[in-house]
């Protein structure tokens, strides 16, 4: 059928495959690189020649002058360059889009011998689409004959070895699997649960037993993973029958113990919401020991033991929060080192001296966690007590950071103060140096404090922060002659912080001014620093403005035919300097 005038436009595009797919799909589309485009229905279909003489196949759907669907067989997928140019090659020359029948209409009105006819063509062109005659297909109603899952796990397994050690090969490998997904899809649909299962736990094995093959950067392995979960806890929702909902539990579990094992990555992350909502008390057991098992179980090192008992444990008493008495859930958080859980159920429970010598146990970042819960559990002074007694046998800054937020907002300006100081002596920082102004002015003693700590941070060289506390209390001279004492090494930490002075100095000190703008101009021209040209020559404009400014346009003639001079051999940076006006 005829398709109304498109309103697609370049724009719409763009938004679609992103900015540089478009520029590079704009160029493929001026080059032809386009070939047999064709429209089945809404559905745009062509090959895009690659610009290494390979050839790949792009498909996408249109609906409502919206693209709702594409595909593209290269690594990048359905938003790459490819599409763009069969979007690009539609807008500007649909008449070379021959119209076809949808795959549908055209299988619908062949007859069986053709269509047998129709695979052998395929088979001899494609021998590996042979696996396919081993795949039993859901058919719109329910199945009475079971599939075996080896011959899925097959389909599965040849994907991941006709993709091995090639650059993007998840993305082909999941075109693949996407497809086998489908399938148990298809059977879900059906109220075929068994079915359904078969496919959706051979998938999640197989891609589990080859996950640790590929970097999967794209994700398209965690995605086929994802849609196993979610087609495995379908069929838990659909079946009734607990000797078959058995097998499905314990495969939505071994996926996240799994990603367990593997450092917590996110594969196993849906699981808990299927296990703790589709389940009876009876399964919620069986679960329960699958994870003791899993906890008992032996970790590569120290680490990875404590990782597994602690997010196996908080699993377990999820599981189990309804049967457990405080003992027992103590206990478990105990034993997986869940000291969040411990010390809430104990303080809730006023056994404050209990949660205290636990909370001893903490690292230094659980603790500042631990502290808040007896904060808000009105045991405000032991928190402080034991962040405390850590900040003084411990080098994390953090625990005098919550300290002096602690006291304030405790309102003890006194002991805030303190360890505002302490922090500050720790981390020298500009925030904490308007901290401690803001709890010393009201107690008096703000004046003599001050020219403590910044006598105290020129002793330690720390002209940097030194710098931004001249520039915030508006002292421009002290700027200027703090900033002169950092190192050019220190650009990462202060890489604006001349310039941030040269331009505060303007007004007031325009030769120092203009001093900064020219040494930073002279040390990227130094260093041949091609990306930060035209950062230089914007530089220079400001030293010859300040010239000017202060009526010596002359040396400013001779700074500048220097420069020149010095640089003629540069053309990337004389081209920067015409762009600026500076030739």
């Keep these: ?21 478009f520029r590079r799909g704009n160029i493929y589309f001026r080059d032809g690189m386009i070939v047999h485009p064709r429209r089945a229905d809404t559905t745009l279909k062509a090959e895009c020649q690659g610009s290494r003489g390979n050839s790949y196949r792009v498909l996408v759907t249109l609906a409502n002058d919206q693209i709702t669907a594409s595909e593209c067989s290269c690594p990048i997928g359905g938003h790459c360059k490819h599409v763009a140019a069969l979007l690009l090659t539609w807008l500007n020359q649909p008449a070379d889009f021959r119209v076809i029948e949808t795959t549908d209409h055209a299988l619908a009105r062949r007859d ?23 795949l039993p297909l859901p058919t719109g109603k329910k199945s009475h004959r079971l599939v075996k899952p080896e011959v899925y796990r097959r389909q599965v397994a040849a994907a991941f070895r006709g993709s091995a050690d090639e650059w993007g090969a998840e993305t082909g490998i999941a075109r693949q699997v996407d497809a086998t997904l489908d399938i148990g899809s298809g059977f879900l649909e059906e109220g075929d649960c068994a079915n359904a299962f078969a496919v ?16 999967d950067e794209s994700g398209d392995l965690s995605e086929l993973v994802a849609r ?21 539990l314990r495969a939505l579990f071994e996926v996240y113990r799994f990603d367990v094992n593997y450092g917590g990555i996110g594969l196993g992350d849906a699981v ?30 120290e680490w990875s033991r404590a990782w597994h008992q602690r997010v196996f444990g908080g699993l377990l008493l999820q599981l189990e929060a309804d049967t457990l008495d405080d003992e027992a859930y103590i206990r478990i958080c105990r034993e997986s080192h869940r000291l969040d859980d ?29 502290a808040d819960l007896f904060t808000r559990a009105q045991h405000a002074e032991i928190a402080a007590q034991l962040v405390a007694a850590r900040a003084e046998q411990s080098n994390d800054t953090r625990l005098a950071e919550w300290l002096a937020r602690h006291y304030e907002s405790q309102r003890d300006p006194t002991p805030a103060l303190i360890w505002a100081r302490k922090l500050l002596d720790a981390r020298p920082a500009l925030a904490h140096y308007r901290q401690i102004r803001k709890l010393a002015d009201p107690l008096g003693q703000w004046n003599v404090l001050r020219e403590e ?10 002209f940097g922060v030194l710098t931004e506390i001249h520039l915030a209390e508006n002292e421009i001279s002290a700027a200027i002659e703090t900033v002169a004492h950092i190192q050019h090494g220190f650009g990462v930490v202060y890489p604006n912080l001349r310039i941030t002075v040269a331009q505060a100095a303007e007004a007031t000190h325009p030769r120092d001014a203009l001093r900064l703008y020219a040494s930073a101009a002279e040390k990227i021209i130094e260093r ?14 400001c030293v010859r403005r300040l010239y000017q400014q202060i009526g010596e346009a002359e040396t400013w003639s001779r700074y500048v035919q220097k420069i020149k001079e010095d640089t003629k051999a540069m053309r990337a940076f004389k081209a920067e300097m015409g762009k600026a006006g500076l030739e």
């Design 1 to 21: 059928m005829p398709l109304p005038k498109s309103k697609l436009t370049p724009e719409t595009i763009r938004r679609y495959v992103g900015d540089e797919s």
């Design 112 to 134: 069986k011998d053709e269509l047998i006819a129709l695979i052998k063509q395929m088979l001899a062109r494609v021998p590996d689409l042979e696996s396919l005659l081993e």
């Design 200 to 215: 959706f736990d051979a998938v999640a094995r197989e891609v589990l037993e080859n996950f640790g093959s590929f970097h």
């Design 228 to 248: 196993a979960v979610d087609g495995l806890g379908g069929c838990l929702q659909a079946e009734n029958d607990p000797t078959a909902r058995e097998p499905i």
């Design 272 to 301: 808990p919401g299927w296990l703790l909502e589709n389940t009876n008390a009876t399964e919620r057991k069986q679960i329960a020991a699958w994870v003791r098992e899993a906890m008992r179980a032996p970790a590569r090192d």
């Design 342 to 370: 411990l010390v809430a159920r104990l303080l809730a429970r006023g056994r404050v001296d209990e949660a205290r010598r636990d909370a001893q146990a903490a690292n230094d970042f659980e603790l500042l966690g631990l």
């Design 453 to 462: 700590l910044l006598a105290d941070l020129r002793r330690k060289n720390q």
């Design 528 to 541: 041949r620093d091609r990306g930060f040209y035209a950062r230089a020559c914007e530089y220079l404009v």
